[in-house]
């Protein structure tokens, strides 16, 4: 059953992928006429991280960061470096658009534990979070929503590394306990649903304490409930 699931998320994963390019065409020139407009420079961003056995691979995205404000070595930096149209094409995750061609050729999949910065691979990738490094790595997924939700919203490094990695480094582990076709599609779904949320300045509560009931119950720790 694991080959079959395996296969035919690949096969989704390609389809999906090659559909999203071409019916995503004309955004991308609009976007990269805004980069330009905002920040003149490269259109693009690209980040170095690992995927399936840690294995490195470039992972594209639309530059929303100032030029020269990027920096992979922390995981969070000032708030300055992202200029305004950076934080549109963010909030909408139209910055990630570009993975579709990471997607497409294997480097990632739609659905997996968040790819690894190569310089921080003993961190999320180290100790029992060895495994999250054992599968490919995804554009969405319950750590990728976490930190849309909540992480996103953490400016300080030290804020960051303390309240919101920990949990982020179990939602991988939960991915890997709860993978499968329905709960695949069931974050693509609530991908959908937290943009929306987002966009109109509200948290969705009752995905985002799920969320947190997963990652509390996989350390078991005790479960905080959003506000």
């Given at each position: ?47 170095h991280r690992t995927t399936k056995h840690n294995r490195v691979f470039d992972m594209y995205k639309f530059r929303s ?163």
């Amino acid at each position: 059953m694991r080959f079959l699931y395996l296969f035919l998320k690949r096969l989704f994963d390609m389809g999906c992928a090659l559909l999203g390019l071409v019916v995503s065409a004309p955004l991308w020139l609009i976007i990269a006429l805004g980069i330009e407009l905002s920040d003149p420079g490269p259109v693009f961003y690209i980040a170095h991280r690992t995927t399936k056995h840690n294995r490195v691979f470039d992972m594209y995205k639309f530059r929303s960061m100032r030029q020269g404000k990027a920096n992979e070595s922390v995981f969070r930096g000032e708030e300055d470096r992202i200029f305004p149209f950076g934080r549109l094409i963010r909030a909408t995750k139209l910055d990630e658009l570009p993975q579709l061609i990471n997607i497409l050729i294997g480097d990632m999949s739609i659905v997996g534990p968040r790819p690894a910065a190569v310089d921080q691979v003993e961190i999320t990738r180290g100790g029992r979070f060895a495994a999250a490094g054992e599968v490919t790595s995804g554009l969405t997924g319950p750590s990728a929503l976490y930190d849309y939700l909540y992480g996103d919203q953490i400016e300080s490094e030290e804020e960051y590394v303390r309240d919101v990695l920990p949990t982020r480094l179990e939602l991988d582990l939960v991915y890997l306990d709860k993978r499968g076709v329905f709960f695949d599609l069931r974050m693509i779904w609530w991908t959908v649903v937290c943009i929306v949320y987002q966009l109109a300045g509200r948290v969705p509560e009752h995905i985002f304490n799920t969320l947190l009931k997963w990652a509390a119950e996989h350390r078991k720790e005790p479960v905080c409930a959003a506000n």
